[in-house]
């Protein structure tokens, strides 16, 4: 079966919901929620990101997946059945929300090593930049993770998923992701019990210590409850958007790299090679000699302080 990437239809409804959302907030009482020039840059970024996406995401997903999908599941007698034994999945309406689920799960965990390894933290801050939280910093995506991110959904296909169903839900993932980077929708009850809502990615997206490196799921927040990253918002706290190592730049290219230059820039600390090994692949914020913390050190010291 032949299925379309929802992002092909979603692109066009991004630009019309980030205009309205401009609209709205500059005639009403958010006339700060956009700047101009980071629009500019977000705007850039995302347009880069589709362009990338379409040449090499895309396309390399397809044929990862599918590569993926013939070699663990050989057709036998005429029936695509996996290594293990089992027939390969099909394309029944519950094949459909299992695959989305696992789906789900696979967001939770590559999003949060996006946050815990820093060699990938540094393309997806791009994302974390912005010191506005608007539909415009939902499309401020790095270019960069195009090249690793389909080796952490490659085991859907490996076990038995059609490649272009698991294609497909990462399309309808990133719709969700979209539309959840609004101040516009209130705290929505029960729905929060299940589901990642608006005001838990305001939290995911502050840069406030408390709130640092929590609420990394896509459609559900039951992975974050599970694993311990799940943080509620707290209508006391004031959210202060952005990250702390900021790249100070409207500049698109300084965005796309200026963690990689600060990488750089910290191997040259320590002669040590193990040092050298953490600062790139280690969390974020590590250092030989503390002179910067993680966010679980950070976290650590105002609990500290609190007792």
Known sequence: MNFTNPLVYGVPCFLALILLELTYSKTHHYKNLYHWKDLKASLIMGIGSAIIAALIKTVSAIVIFNYAFEVFNPEINGIRTNILGWESFGYAWYVWLICQLLDDFTYYWFHRQNHMVRFFWAAHIVHHSSEDFNLGTAVRNGWFTVLYKPFFYIWLPIIGFQPEMVIVCLGIEALWQFQLHSVYIPKMGIIEKIFNTHTMHQVHHAKNAEYMDKNHGGFLNIFDKIFGTWKEFDEDIKIEFGVT???????????????YKDIWHDTKKSKNWYHKFMYVFGPPGWSHNAATLTVKQMQFKIKEQEA
């Open 245 to 259: 190592t900021a790249p100070n730049s409207y500049n698109p290219w300084v965005i796309l790299t200026h963690e």
